[in-house]
């Protein structure tokens, strides 16, 4: 028993006091094997030492005496034996040792942290066990036992994170029974919904019979395009352009039938002309004039153009916007990228993918289309526009010949459509390098309000239209971009 606890005093008390107690609790089981009587045991604590005998009696007598000066001894009261004392002794021992027991029993870690206190005895070479230096051993013995604690701690926390976890899975499967199992009332909507609800489903049906009717009306063209499209164009005999065009989509058939029709109906010498069409596999190929020149935006980019330029560019694209006007066609996408330019001076409009044609039943239009930036406010806002949106847009085109890039050109397209709308007439950021002409051209052209906008026939009799140079004089402009291309093509 003694060695059992040995370890345990240590621990709880230190070493100094923990081998004190031990020493005093051993001579008082020496008395009680021995049998002395209790009654004799208190009488000799209470009288006074008797005188020392020689001999051996007189040597063990004075042994007797010094056990019995330690303060530690337990005196037992009157009327209680040793037995008895030695019983609660015992008891007290049990009850300091009861929670590590029992904490071994629930929990297998403790049972580590026991054997890892029992490991502080080491055995000797007779066999017999001595109390280790607990002053060498001791600490690193806590430490494993503070590391098995911090573990099931560890343990403990993970199993009640578990549990929890399972009740609220639970908890949530009950809602959802419940909810599951409570039946849904439907009640009848209010007249003023009901009414609105009919009035949906209404326009609806409208919108379906009209998208259907598109679809027939574009495959109808589509079919009499495909009749008529020759399998090897004549027109391949000189040089011309061709551009393809995949013909899946809704929206790509109607792309197509507008440009073949404005093309193929409406011919000018300033709009790039059709030519002839045919079948390649899933495409179709159209065939227009070939404009050596590049485009407007190559222009602007590779050289500076002076007012004369300006002057005579605008005068041959509002010549066509004019010739489209006439013909109640709306471009929609004017801009720099499609304006084509010959090395003979000649410029044209191109790319009618986006036009719309006016009828005396819909003079106006209120789609959302084009490129940002050369967009009208009548279009960024969705209201009903005509054929003036295109002013506007070569207006733009005119801020772009002089600063070499629209306004909000740095701004998204989302930013650059909140500033048209809101924001007033655009302006040229340097006005006194140009002539009051070609600043009153330009703010004819951007009048924020449609009915004040000047229209592309008035235009062409503004002065600064007027003394515009002929197209010839554009060529060696013209012709030096192309050279300059060409090279850096190399």
């Known amino acids: 028993m003694i060695e059992r606890l040995a370890p345990v005093l240590f621990a709880a008390y230190g070493v100094t006091y923990g081998a004190y107690f031990i020493t005093n609790f051993a001579r008082h089981l020496r008395r009680v094997f021995r049998g002395a009587d209790p009654e004799v045991t ?55 040792e009861m929670p590590w027991q029992t904490q071994g029993e629930l929990f297998p870690a403790r049972e580590q942290e026991e054997q890892l206190r029992q490991q502080v005895e080491e055995p000797q070479e007779n066999g017999q066990k001595m109390k280790a230096e607990p002053q ?29 976890h399972q009740q609220r899975g639970d908890q949530q499967n009950q809602v959802r029974e419940r909810v599951a199992a409570t039946p849904v009332i439907r009640r009848p909507l209010p007249p003023c919904l009901q009414n609105i609800k009919e009035y949906l489903q209404a326009e609806l049906q409208k919108t379906d019979a009209r998208i259907r009717a598109l679809e027939k009306r574009l495959e109808e063209d589509m079919k009499i395009i495909r009749e008529k499209a ?25 792309v197509t039938v507008n440009e073949i029709k404005v093309m193929k109906c409406y011919r000018s010498p300033n709009v790039v002309n059709y030519l002839d069409s045919y079948l390649l596999g899933e495409e179709l190929c159209l065939v227009m004039e070939y404009m050596d020149g590049g485009t407007l935006r190559d222009v602007i980019n590779e050289s500076n153009i002076f007012e004369g330029h300006i002057a005579a560019i605008s005068r041959e694209c509002l010549q066509g916007l004019y010739f489209l006007h006439s013909n109640d066609v709306i471009h929609r996408d004017v801009k720099s990228r499609n304006i084509l330019l010959r090395t003979d001076g000649s410029v044209k409009l191109a790319d009618f993918g986006l036009s719309a044609q006016l009828t005396p039943e819909q003079s106006r239009r209120c789609s959302v289309v084009g490129t940002t930036w050369w967009m009208a406010p009548e279009v960024v ?52 390098r140009f002539s009051p002409c070609l600043r009153h051209f330009l703010g004819c052209c951007l009048q924020r309000d449609e009915e004040q906008r000047w229209s592309a026939k008035e235009l062409l009799q503004h002065p600064f239209v007027t003394s515009a140079k002929p197209a010839y004089t554009l060529a060696p402009l013209i012709s030096s971009v192309k050279r300059r291309i060409d090279m850096q093509k190399l």
């Open 136 to 164: 060498a051993e001791l600490p690193e013995a806590q430490n494993a036992i503070m590391a098995v604690k911090r573990r099931n701690k560890e343990d403990m926390g993970r199993i009640q994170e578990e549990n929890l």
């Open 230 to 254: 020759n399998p090897l164009p004549q027109a391949l005999q000189k040089q011309v352009a061709i551009k393809k065009i995949n013909l899946q989509g809704l929206k790509r058939k109607q």
């Open 42 to 96: 208190e009488a000799r604590a209470v009288s006074p030492p008797a005188p020392a005998a020689p001999g051996e009696e007189a040597k063990e007598e004075q042994t007797e005496v010094d056990d019995r000066q330690p303060p530690s001894v337990i005196t037992p009261e009157p009327g209680y034996s040793e037995a008895v004392l030695l019983e609660r002794e015992q008891e007290q021992i049990a009850s300091a």
């Open 381 to 432: 806002t969705g209201q009903p526009y005509g054929p003036k949106v295109d002013v506007w847009s070569f207006g733009i085109v005119g801020i772009e010949m002089v600063e070499q890039e629209p306004p909000y050109w740095s701004e998204s397209s989302g930013t650059a459509k909140l500033m048209i709308a809101i924001k007033r007439t655009p302006r040229l950021r340097q006005p006194n």
